[in-house]
């Protein structure tokens, strides 16, 4: 059932980014929360997450996939998402991102050990990847803390690989977690060419 959706997220992403005319990004395995509503189709999703998604956010958010982000964040995330917001940036457009729910389409990931996540690209920018997971305890029925995350991250690269118009990232999975999680991405563009970042949700679920 991944592969299928992964395939079709990225038929979908094929088609969609003929359109666009600034490049960024999203989670594409573990696919991120916007990613997936979007694969869904943001005028008939078929997710109860998404469609309570589109509720609060309308729809008109979910095309624009690629462009969580912050224009000036230079490395200041913690600073100034807001917790609560960190799915959505802190951006009122992409507030429905930020729902707390226990029925988030998920990933199923193996508990520990290598891992290649992927990053869907509409073009490429120079920056760092970090990804963070939420630790042990976790509940996806509260709204999303910076404290639920891991202070370091299990992944932190420059300028990881691209194959197949995403980012490779060759990461280590933590272990130590079973059942519902998060994955949170931050892809930051390197600074004074651009203070920009990029963010991601992703719900997996650990065996």
């Given at each position: 059932m991944k592969v299928a959706v992964?395939?079709?997220v990225f038929g979908a992403v094929s088609v969609f980014t003929a359109v666009?005319?600034?490049?960024?990004?999203?989670?594409?395995d573990p696919i991120s929360r916007i990613m997936r509503c979007f694969q869904e189709g943001p005028e008939n999703p078929r997710s109860a997450a998404c469609?309570?998604?589109?509720?609060?956010?309308?729809?008109?958010?979910?095309?624009?996939?690629?462009?969580v982000n912050i224009g000036d964040a230079s490395g200041r995330s913690r600073e100034i998402i807001?917790?609560?917001?960190?799915?959505?940036?802190?951006?009122?457009k992409y507030k429905g991102l930020d729902l707390p729910r226990a029925d988030w389409?998920?990933?199923?990931?193996?508990?520990?050990?290598?891992?290649?996540?992927?990053?869907?690209?509409?073009?490429p920018h120079p920056g760092t990847f970090e990804l963070y997971v939420t630790k042990p305890g976790y509940d996806p029925t509260k709204p999303l803390k910076w404290s639920d995350l891991e202070d370091t991250p299990f992944y932190k690269q420059d300028n990881p690989p691209i194959a197949g118009n995403a980012y490779q990232l060759r990461?280590?999975?933590?272990?130590?977690r079973t059942g519902r999680h998060?994955?949170?991405s931050i892809w930051q563009r390197h600074w004074p060419d651009s203070?920009?970042?990029?963010y991601s949700c992703s719900d997996v679920i650990f065996p």
């Open positions: 992964l395939t079709a666009p005319a600034l490049a960024h990004g999203s989670m594409g469609k309570a998604a589109i509720a609060v956010g309308d729809s008109w958010p979910i095309y624009d996939w690629d462009e807001p917790d609560g917001k960190l799915c959505s940036a802190g951006r009122d389409p998920a990933t199923t990931m193996p508990g520990s050990g290598p891992y290649t996540l992927r990053y869907q690209l509409t073009a990461a280590n999975l933590p272990g130590g998060l994955i949170y203070g920009e970042a990029f």
